[in-house]
Each structure stands twice: as C-alpha cells, then as structure tokens.
C-alpha cells in the first residue's frame, strides 16, 4: 500500500476517533444540567444524548466546510496528510488529558489549534489563511461571552415572570420541560461538533486528491455521526460533574435557563457556519444564569480554573501538534 493512501486511511481512523472522544469528552456538557437537577436519570440523558447527537450531525455541513478550507488551504500543503495526522494526535492527547482530570476544556480549540500549529511547523506562519483563521478566533472567544449575557438576560426574564409562582411546584414542571431543552441541546452540539472531523477528513482527502471540491461526502458525514453518537453512550463523568455541580447549585430552572442560551448560540453559530465550543458556550451559559440568580452562589474559583484552560488549550495544543508533525516527518 503508497505511504498516501496509507496516511489517508490512519486520518479517517483518527479523525473519527476524535469525534468519539468528543462524544464522551464534549457532549457531557449538554446533558450535565438535566442529571444535576435529576430531571434524567444518567443512562437516559447519555441515551437520549447520543440521539440527539447523531440527528443533529446528520443535519447540517456548512462548518465542516469552513474547517476545511478557512484554517489553511489544504491544496497549499505539499505534505498535507502528514500535517492533519499530526493535528488529529495533538488534539485527541489533549482532549484526553483533560477529560482525565476532568477539565471542560474545549475540543474546538483543540483541533483549529492543532491544524495551524502543525500547518506552521511544515510550511511556516504564511500558510495560514490569516482572514478565515482570525474570523474562527473570534467565533471561538465571542461566543461564550455572548452565552453569558444572554443566560443572564434569560434568567432574569425567568425571574420576573416565575416570581408569584409556588417555588417547589414550579421547579417540578420546569424539570420536565428541561427534558426537552437538555434534547435540543445535545441536538445543537451534534450541529457543530460533529461537523468538525468532517470537515478534518474532508481536508485530507483534498489534500491527497480523493476528491476535487470540499463539499462533503455523505459517508463521512455519516460516520462522523456515528462515531460522536457513540462516544456519548459511553458518557463523560468527570465532566458532568465539573459542569453540573462545581460551577454552581443548579435547579430546574436554572438549568432550562442555561440549556436554552446554550442551544440558541450554538445554533446561531451552525447557521451561519462558524465552529464554537459547546464546552465555552455552555459552561458560560451557566455562569450567566448563575450570577443572574445569585453572584455569589457561582463558585469562581472552579470557573476560573476553566477559562484557564480556555486560555492555554490552543496554543499547547499548537505546539503539540508542531512536535507531531516534526516526529511524523522523519518517517512518513
């Protein structure tokens, strides 16, 4: 078998990896508030996630195109397989390193850092496509911030129309309907998220000349699907527990609060075809809803650790990938 078709194959293989971890790793997010608040149990809402998910993947490609060709023109890269190799290592070690320490760190920022630090590392900083790259950034700094204001404003809303309302009857209706908002929201992350390796994969097979255009091919959408569906049903404890309880005490209606904000932003952001992480939108989410319903009831410390983590994810992940790719370049 040529050294390209193999190359090819091994990121088909790492590529859908990746999207299982990020069912596992990501998808936790979506379901944290409904199993913090009991409205699901947790076998119900990973099932009911893993659904969701996959719908949702299914659905929409308008991100997967950006990835492939807003980054970095895979046409441009002499070695581009060896490049999305060594970004597909970088970001799924990342991504496992924090899941092992229960960090809700962000897959997102993961893998656009992975690209360009081991685009960088082949062909150096002009290879990056600096517009599409800068507009990528902004979706991924704004947006959270964005879901804060916006779960803020929600609850708020929440506050003054719920507020005659009897406390544990309302809580009860509101963890019902929070089955509903806990589905859209996992259905949102499958239309982002998942669109990711899709577009990863959709790269590489323009890079090794597979295919001549960037749309898409459906059986990649549907195994990128596939494997996000999947790494949902193992689920993500470590990070449920992160987001459910640690950023602060969530009832039902903070939680419907919170999934609604998440679900609309992250939606916005799939229409207009802009990847975000659904961890930053929906941890944000919830610290909007929280400092709405009481400042001091959100644990700072714990959201501080997070937006850390926001902070160092891409450019470790950057460097990660460049050290991959000089090791993958003295064999491949």
């Known amino acids: 078998m040529e050294t390209g078709l193999l190359v090819t194959i091994l990121i088909v293989i790492f590529a859908l990896a990746f999207d299982f971890i990020n069912g596992f790793h990501d998808t936790a997010n979506a379901i944290a508030t409904s199993v913090s608040t009991k409205a699901l149990k ?27 060709k807003d980054i970095v023109d895979p046409m441009s890269l002499p070695d581009g397989s060896t490049v999305i190799l060594a970004a597909l290592i970088a970001a799924i070690a990342w991504n496992l390193i924090t899941w092992y320490f229960g960090i809700p760190s962000s897959s997102s920022h993961a893998l656009i850092g992975s690209v360009a630090g081991a685009s960088v590392a082949s062909m150096g ?32 809303i929440f506050k003054v129309v719920f507020k005659n309302l009897n406390l544990p009857k309302t809580n009860k209706r ?47 959408q549907f195994s990128c699907a596939l494997a996000m569906g999947l790494g949902t049903s193992v689920g993500g404890w470590k990070i449920i527990k992160t ?16 999934d609604l904000t998440g679900a609309t932003v992250i939606f916005g952001a799939t229409f207009i075809h802009l990847p975000v992480s659904t961890t930053h939108v929906i941890s ?35 460097l990660l990938a460049g050290f991959c790719y000089l090791i993958l370049d003295l064999f491949l």
Request: aromatic letters at 12%; proline letters at 4%; glycine letters at 8%.
């Open 284 to 318: 944000s989410a919830i610290l909007g809803v929280g400092a709405s319903h009481r400042i001091r009831g959100v644990k700072w410390d714990t959201a501080q650790r997070m937006v850390l983590t926001w902070f160092i994810t891409l450019p470790i992940s950057a």
């Open 125 to 156: 900083f002009g290879i990056l496509n600096y517009s599409g790259f800068i507009k990528i950034i902004e979706s991924l700094i704004f947006s959270p911030i964005i879901a804060f204001v916006v779960g803020y404003i929600i609850y708020s």
């Open 243 to 258: 987001v459910g309880a640690k950023i602060m005490k969530i009832r039902p209606v903070n939680g419907v609060a919170a």
């Open 174 to 220: 509101f963890r019902y309907f929070q089955i509903l908002t806990a589905a859209l929201q996992a259905y949102t992350h499958g239309t982002n998220d998942a669109q990711k390796a899709m577009g990863i994969i959709t790269m590489a097979l323009l890079a090794g000349n597979y295919i001549s255009d960037p749309e898409v091919p459906h059986w990649v």
């Open 42 to 68: 947790p076998r119900q809402a990973i099932l009911l996630a893993a659904i969701m998910n996959f719908l949702g993947a299914m659905s929409f490609t308008g991100v997967a195109k950006t990835i492939t």
